[in-house]
């Protein structure tokens, strides 16, 4: 078993930062893909940054320029540094990790619990 541990969010004003960390632990071999998801409520999760296994980052579109993803491989650790956050930002942000574990050898998705970043006007 593989567990991912979200810390960082809260209640920020608009314009400030905040950086979210999410920790993976347990059952690893290796970690392909560490990813940010969010999900606003009444809304579809989206994803909102991707660390990919071949060492490139995908944004969302919403969050270009404002928004950072960074990966420690040593820690198994993804970091989020959130800038200029508005408003629209406000949702629960999930950390999703892309795992090989080696016995019994497979590659599963894994979800964090999910971490509140409130964002006031």
């Known amino acids: 078993q593989v567990q991912l541990v979200e810390s960082g969010g809260g209640l920020v004003q608009s314009g400030g930062s905040l950086r979210l960390s999410c920790a993976a632990s347990g059952s690893i071999f290796s970690i392909l893909s560490m990813a940010w998801y969010r999900q606003a409520p009444g809304k579809q999760r989206e994803l909102v940054a991707r660390?990919?296994?071949?060492?490139?980052?995908n944004y969302a579109d919403s969050v270009k320029g404002r928004f950072a993803i960074s990966r420690d491989n040593a820690k198994n650790t993804v970091y989020l540094q959130m800038n200029m956050l508005k408003p629209e930002d406000t949702a629960v942000y999930y950390c999703n990790a892309e795992v090989v574990s080696a016995v019994p050898l497979t590659t599963r998705d894994y979800w964090g619990q999910g971490t509140q970043v409130t964002v006031s006007s």
């Open positions: 660390f990919t296994s071949g060492g490139t980052t």
